[in-house]
């Protein structure tokens, strides 16, 4: 079974700075790894994903994200983040023989201040 | 072309009541999945579909929940009765294949007073 930790259930940051957002995972089979953003009163929109390859991922909006199979890890970064970019954000894990069942986190909301 | 639909986008009933849910999926996408989510938590998934056939359920609470894609197009989940902890957003997604990337609509949100 898969498991995701989103370590941080809020990020504040200013408009125009750096953002980290942190994705931990937990399986005993390889995996397909996962960011969805959501915005207010919206369903879920896919950032992007790793699915294999190259570790160094980039997605929509201008995120990308970092596979590190060592320490378990799918972190999302935006080297500069704008008002529009408020939402929750979700990391997501699936096994690669059931690519279909997602197991997301809790979540992490990203508030950009002006 | 047009997203997954839902309706209705807000419902509140009063535990023990029935309701139902309606998605639309994306057209031609033959994979359609209904997720729970939960405030503060992330989506979990409680059916899916391909076709008009259920491919996986097992998270799916049988004694108060159900599903049905008869025609393999929309899809409508009841809860009946319903609990208090029934309160969550109600989210549709649909893939055209099994494994495809999953596309949500805006979902329902439940309150169960």
């Known amino acids: ?114 | 072309e047009a997203g997954v639909a839902q309706s209705p986008r807000y419902k509140i009933i009063e535990k023990r009541q029935s309701v139902a849910f309606w998605c639309n999926p994306i057209s031609g996408h033959a994979t359609l999945y209904w997720y729970q989510q939960i405030l503060g938590q992330g989506p979990k998934l409680l059916i899916q579909f391909q076709n008009n056939g259920v491919v996986d359920d097992s998270q799916l609470p049988k004694d108060r929940f159900s599903a049905e894609r008869l025609k393999g197009v929309d899809s409508t989940l009841k809860i009946q009765p319903a609990k208090l902890e029934d309160s969550a957003v109600y989210l549709c997604a649909s893939s055209s294949l099994q494994g495809g990337e999953q596309y949500f609509g805006p979902g329902t949100r439940l309150t169960v007073t």
């Open chain 1, 1 to 114: 079974a898969q498991s995701v930790t989103q370590l941080d259930s809020q990020v504040p940051v200013f408009e125009e700075a750096p953002v980290e957002l942190r994705c931990n995972y937990s399986s005993s089979v390889s995996v397909y790894l996962f960011w969805y953003v959501q915005y207010p009163n919206q369903g879920l929109q896919l950032l992007l994903k790793y699915l294999s390859g190259s570790t160094l991922v980039k997605g929509i909006n201008g995120f990308e994200a970092e596979f590190n199979k060592s320490q378990t890890s799918f972190h999302l970064r935006k080297p500069s983040v704008h008002i529009s970019d408020t939402a929750e954000y979700f990391c997501a894990v699936s096994d690669r023989t059931s690519t279909d069942k997602l197991i997301f986190g809790t979540g992490t909301r990203l508030q950009v201040f002006p």
